[in-house]
């Protein structure tokens, strides 16, 4: 299984920037989708996380500003983020919660992450 993530990019304060990653190989089923960020020097937190149903749970930084979204169809999960702030700025990685088989285990799968500056 592999996530590719695309969308990051520059930007400045109160901007937006869409982030899509898309899931593709042996995929019989995804449970929770998310979006988790790094930036220097700190540790990796998430940001935003959806069920298979639609279920959302935003970190309180974002909340309010980011929303996450997924297309069960094309196994994509993206995330709409709008008045950026220079705190935001972080590398973004998706992640993917797969099963391969309709009585398997769940595996846990992340993109090689996207960067999101957020500066003037």
């Known amino acids: 299984v592999q996530l590719q993530a695309s969308g990051g990019g520059l930007v400045q304060p109160g901007g937006s920037l869409r982030l899509s990653c898309a899931a593709s190989g042996s995929i019989f089923s995804i449970d929770s989708m998310g979006w988790y960020r790094q930036a220097p020097g700190k540790e990796r937190e998430l940001a935003a996380i959806?069920?298979?149903?639609?279920?959302?749970f935003y970190a309180d930084s974002v909340k309010g500003r980011f929303t996450i979204s997924r297309d069960n169809v094309n196994n994509t999960v993206y995330l709409q983020m709008n008045s950026l702030k220079p705190e935001d700025s972080a590398v973004y990685y998706c992640?993917?919660?797969?099963?391969?088989?309709?009585?398997?285990?769940?595996?846990?799968?992340w993109g090689r992450g996207t960067q999101v500056t957020v500066s003037s």
């Open positions: 992640n993917a919660k797969v099963r391969s088989s309709r009585y398997g285990p769940t595996y846990n799968f």
């Open positions: 959806i069920s298979s149903g639609g279920s959302t």
